[in-house]
């Protein structure tokens, strides 16, 4: 049932394989990804999601070229990364604009990086920092802004280097309910009008099949491939689908799958706890 | 760095001054008159506390006079040469220990223990290398500039949001773009620190070191006025020397605090 879904890497532009990573503890080795393969096809939206603790965030910085301990192999257009690579984008749960910086230089950071003329990389950001919705707020500051607006801003930065593959880390996590809809709107929006390739890290079931074309579900400590599930509700969509019969059968089934592999991980947690308990 | 300072809004009088600055104009005053009034006293011996009028003379003949302005154009660039060497260097050690736990473990404990030694101990040794003219006095100006700006620099370092250094990553910013792009400026506020102290010590170490031994410089005017006795000319020259002080320090937080984080 599990890694059957697997498709072939001929049409997949992103693809992990055999993915396996170990961290050293001062209580020994664990296994916190465990063989995990998949492929993202180009213009897909695939979520990776999974209760806290299946390792994530460590499939997140394998993928982006930040966390090199790992075994198995990540290839873009079949070529093998070996750091962040120019065709992925990440976008980050932390808060991660740059506080000295105007919303337009934020944004155009990257085109600074490559050397691009001044007039022209304010240009293009504009460009991005209009399509998050941002208009107006050009020359203000980190600082002066609400979460959801600076996590737009690094939305936008990450856009502006214009990535083959979007790759994102539960951008909204640190946001409050109504903010997070609403961004989730505009994040579904800018990806079906750019047919943006987007591989977005979760553990919100709501978000991940609101916007999803498929879902890869892992398993709690060491994180496997649990199962792939593909969503099929018509596109484009909005926010609106989540009140859709079709789209509360998705959640109901993901919700199956993930219960299970969220309640062992609170019971490791709690026996975790009491160990702790035990020692001291 | 909130701005909660624009909550309190302290009741401006009719006047435009408000209570602590008519409080602080009251204790100068009040320094002033129990001067005034010990130059007048006879207790003391003459000249300790000379009159403000005789201070003030001489404060005038000092500011009309080019060879003042000679010598302060030495200190000032001795000063501002050690500052120079002594920052950059001082940022540049910094980084590398902000950077590498290892050089860190190894080196950071002996800038704690010479950090605080009063570097005048070196002058006889800068005398001996670089001779009694500003030479010297820049060296120990640059001695005691280092190490609060590399120590400030390399706490700064380790206190950078690591966030922003995986964002400068996932961009693949080059080793020197990291540096300028996202260290130095996420470090501005202990770097300012840094040259702000380092301004201090240095400027402290100078004039030390003009004083002990030396032909030229606002030091060695200090303290040939001394050992002339010419008590106003003395105070004139410190007044002088410390509306300076605070002068350039205004400037160093000023151009700090340009752009100032707002978060949270």
Redesign the interface.
Known sequence: MAPAATPSSGTAILVADNITVRFETPEGAILAVDDVSFGVRPGEFLSVIGPSGCGKSTLFNVIGGLLSTHQGVVSVAGETITGPHKSIGMVFQEESTFPWRTVTDNVAFPLELIGMPKAKRVERARHFIGMVGLDGFENRFPGELSGGMRQRVSLARTLASEPKILLMDEPFAALDEQTRLLLGDKVLQIQQQLKQTTLLITHNITEAVQMSDRILVMTYRPGKVKRIVDIDLPRPRTSEIVSSESFGRYVAQIWSDLREEASRGMRADEKHALNEGAAS | MADTGRLKQVAVPALGVSPVTLLRIAIILGVLAVWEFLAHSGWLYRDVVPSLLAIGRDLLELLTSGNYYFNLGVTAGEVGTALLIGGSSGIAVGILLGANRFMSKAFESYLYYLGPTPKIIFFPIMIMYFGIGPESKVALGTLSCFFPVALSVAAGMRQI?K??I??G?????GTW?MVV??YL??M?HPIINGIRLGLGVALIGTLLAETKLSNKGIGFLIINAYSTFDMPRMYAMLIVLFVLAIGANALVGRFGGL?????N
Do not use: E, T, Y
């Open positions: 949001d966030v922003l995986r964002v990553k996932s961009f693949r910013a773009q792009k996202i400026p996420a501005r752009h100032s984080i707002k978060r």
